[in-house]
């Protein structure tokens, strides 16, 4: 059972374009929505994280969008630039009560910004 | 800056053989983190730990076990190795409590012949 669905699989965005991928989640007991930023050769690094209660959040040219009555969230990348070429992933977790909260992640979206 | 250290960028191994995957975190986390990534499935949590010697199984455990001696190592165990444990592993780390940061490892990709 996949519970964060992500889309698109992949996505190419002309420069100074926006960038919007989407997720889905079906656990209510997620409170936590972290996107997460890949690129080759590397380990996934925490790019932007919203909690249900707030909307929106905004870090520069990356925005979270959250509705939590249709339970999606999205990132959407302003401005988008050849350097934000990467595998972008969504991922949720719950809190377990103050022990380790794994993170469910999405399949993964991967960017191609054209020059 | 964190550092997740994982002992090997890539290993081939053979089916049947008993494989250790290290992981090292030099910012004094409590949790410790093992996923493993495959294209198109995205990171699929194996096990997790939040204390030394303390573990909890994630979505994936089967085929694998993992031992956590001090709190600095979260070792990854494929007691019998198999084809379809080829795979990219990561480690994480992150702090008890507060906003669950996760700090990943750069991956040991793994071949099982």
């Known amino acids: 059972q996949q519970q964060v669905k992500q889309s698109p699989q992949s996505l190419i965005v002309q420069k100074g374009g926006i960038s919007i991928i989407n997720c889905a989640y079906e656990?209510?007991?997620?409170?936590?929505f972290p996107w997460y930023q890949q690129f080759p050769g590397k380990g996934p690094a925490l790019l932007i994280a919203i909690r249900p209660d707030v909307s929106e959040k905004k870090e520069g040219r990356f925005t979270i969008s959250f509705n939590k009555s249709a339970k999606q969230f999205s990132l959407h990348i302003m401005d988008s630039q050849p350097g934000d070429s990467a595998t972008y992933f969504c991922a949720a977790s719950m809190d377990s009560g103050g022990g380790a909260d794994g993170l469910t992640f999405g399949k993964g979206t991967h960017l191609i910004i054209q020059p | 800056d964190v550092k997740v250290t994982q002992s090997s960028r890539y290993l081939v191994k053979r089916t049947g053989e008993k494989v250790f995957l290290e992981c090292v975190q030099d910012m004094d986390h409590e949790n410790m983190f093992w996923y493993r990534q495959d294209p198109g499935l995205g990171l699929r949590l194996i096990y997790f730990s939040y204390d030394v010697k303390m573990k909890e199984k994630g979505d994936i455990p089967e085929g694998y076990s993992v031992s956590r001696e001090k709190k600095e190592r979260f070792s990854l165990i494929l007691e019998s190795a198999s084809t379809n444990q080829t795979s990219m592993y990561l480690c994480?780390?992150?702090?008890?409590?507060?906003?669950?940061?996760?700090?990943f490892g750069a991956g040991t990709r793994l071949s099982v012949l």
């Open positions: 656990n209510t007991a997620f409170d936590y």
């Open positions: 994480a780390s992150s702090f008890r409590g507060g906003e669950n940061i996760q700090y």
